[in-house]
């Protein structure tokens, strides 16, 4: 069975650093692009970029370019998502997305994890 | 990359049957076959309904239906369930190399 488990929830201040992961299991991890699409809280989705696992290729959302961090550790079939200086505005429910066989970010996200929740309040 | 527009809300009764609009430019709906649909109940993560304009994956009902004209995609539900009620959102991949989703439309089954 296909699963993407991600990190627990998080609370962090304005400024400070954070990375989520998200482990996926029961298919060739290598061999499947990994994205990453936040929802902010009462809003829709937004993709943020996409990193394929068996070689780092890393594609980002011009919106979300600079502003984060996507990367992989294929030996322990995780990837990352990490914010060097969070902001309030960051805060929102971030997904990690497996998608199907296919280009870079072409093919529909047909595995998704449970979520992280990450607030940014002072 | 602007969001694809979708409508707001929808709604229908049991048993009728409606149609959810995703409208974008030729960069991104009209110019590729990767448009697809996901559904979300509150609280939960979204789940795939089609893919590639009107592909279901295993387990997903045939009464769910996705297909595309120019730059406008479709998703189609029959036979309305109360279990269908949910946000859908619709994705589609651009000449950017990227993907884009539409802003959602809240389905109420009356």
Redesign the interface.
Known sequence: EVQLVQSGAEVKEPGESLKISCKGSGYIFTSYWIGWVRQMPGKGLEWMGIIYPGDSDTRYSPSFQGQVTISADKSISTAYLRWRGLKASDTAMYYCVRQRLGIAAAGANDYWGQGTLVTVSS | ?S?LTQPASVSGSPGQSITISCTGTSSDVGG?N?V?W?QQHPGK????MI??VSNR?SGVSNRFSGSKSGNTASLTISGLQTEDEADY?C?S??S?????????TKLTVL
Request: hydrophobic residues 25%; neutral net charge; proline residues 8%.
């Open positions: 990359q969001a590729y990767y697809s996901y993560a979204p789940k795939l893919y590639d994956p959102y994705s991949y651009t950017s190399s990227t993907l884009v989703f539409g802003g959602g």
